[in-house]
């Protein structure tokens, strides 16, 4: 539903740029007072009738000095919001200790639904397989680095189950040769080997088949 339009919000925003705009009709009003047969001698007398313009609070209303106002307010209206856009976002005296655990709700929009989807980060962290994300905001690259000395359960606890989900094609390095062993078969029956073109290998018997490296 559309949110109904805040008129006197709209206008406070805008307040500034109004009363820069309705003072600039002075600039205006000093130009046609400028004597001078074309722009460049109109430019040059000026800046002596510049203070006498400038000298009356009252805005001039004649069509060219409302239009020399308007420029000068919508002038100042864009320059202020290129600044904001551009902006670098500082974050001052929270450089550093700011952060805080997270909960399910904060990890929910970089889930997949399906949960063969995903890439298994912890128990109850995932990170969808999904390269079309719905919200590009929420949308990760799927490189995962996983630090671990020797026996502390990198393959155990994160290669096998992220094998398991079979949602992709695997290169694996098997320096010690037990995730053949341990996870060929369920490769085999899961995950049938494609062709440059996306379907399925078949050996001379027609059959699909999962080759492993040797």
């Not at 203070?51 to 000095?65: H, N, Q």
């Not at 551009?86 to 639904?113: L, T």
Request: hydrophobic share 40%; proline share 7%.
């Amino acid at each position: 539903m559309k949110k109904p339009l805040n008129i006197k919000k709209l206008v406070l925003l805008n307040l500034p740029y109004i009363l820069m705009g309705l003072f600039a009709t002075n600039f205006g009003e000093a130009w046609r007072m400028a004597q001078g047969a074309d722009a460049s001698e109109k430019a040059l007398s000026l800046i002596s009738v510049l203070p006498a313009a400038l000298g009356s609070f009252w805005p001039s209303f004649r069509p060219l000095d409302l239009l020399v106002g308007l420029c000068c307010g919508a002038a100042l209206r864009l320059a202020v919001y290129l600044k904001g856009k551009n902006a670098k976002k500082y974050r001052p005296n929270i450089e550093y200790g700011s952060a805080i655990w997270g909960n399910s709700q904060d990890i929910a929009p970089y889930v997949d639904p399906v949960f063969q989807n995903n890439v298994i980060l912890t128990q109850t962290e995932r990170l969808t397989m999904s390269s079309r994300h719905k919200d590009p905001k929420t949308a990760r690259n799927k490189n995962v680095l996983v630090i671990g000395g020797s026996g502390s359960g990198k393959t155990r606890f994160w290669l096998k189950p992220n094998l398991m989900q079979l949602h992709s094609s695997y290169v694996v390095t098997d320096p010690k040769g037990t995730i053949l062993i341990e996870c060929g078969k369920l490769l085999q029956r899961g995950a049938p080997k494609l062709d440059k073109d996306g379907k399925p290998m078949k050996d001379k018997n027609g059959k699909t088949i999962y080759e492993p490296y040797r």
